[in-house]
């Protein structure tokens, strides 16, 4: 059995900074992808950043220049740095992680960018 936990989130200014973190436990045989993923209200969730066991990283376009994601394969997990943060980027954020060739879902996280 496997389990992500996801930390992190919460209430920030705009053009603040947050540090989500996303870490696997459990009968670990594989590490592949890790990446992150956000939903905001009424929307379908959408890729935020991708990283592979090789460190190739991926960004969407709306984050690029902001957000930057890494892993420590030491730890089994994978981090979200977003600085500069916008209001748009409000939505809970899910850490998704290819373990043991299958693919998991962390529970999810709030980050919230308001005044």
């Known amino acids: 059995q496997v389990q992500l936990v996801e930390s992190g989130g919460g209430l920030v200014q705009p053009g603040g900074s947050l540090r989500l973190s996303c870490a696997a436990s459990?009968?670990?045989?594989?590490?592949?992808?890790m990446g992150w993923y956000r939903q905001a209200p009424g929307k379908q969730r959408e890729l935020v950043a991708a990283i592979t066991n090789g460190g190739r990283t991926n960004y969407a376009d709306s984050v690029k220049g902001r957000f930057t994601i890494s892993r420590d394969n030491t730890k089994n997990t994978v981090y979200l740095q977003m600085n500069s943060l916008k209001p748009e980027d409000t939505a809970v954020y899910y850490c998704k992680v290819n373990l043991n060739w299958n693919d998991y879902w962390g529970q999810g996280t709030q980050v919230t960018v308001s005044s």
């Open positions: 459990g009968s670990i045989f594989s590490i592949n992808g």
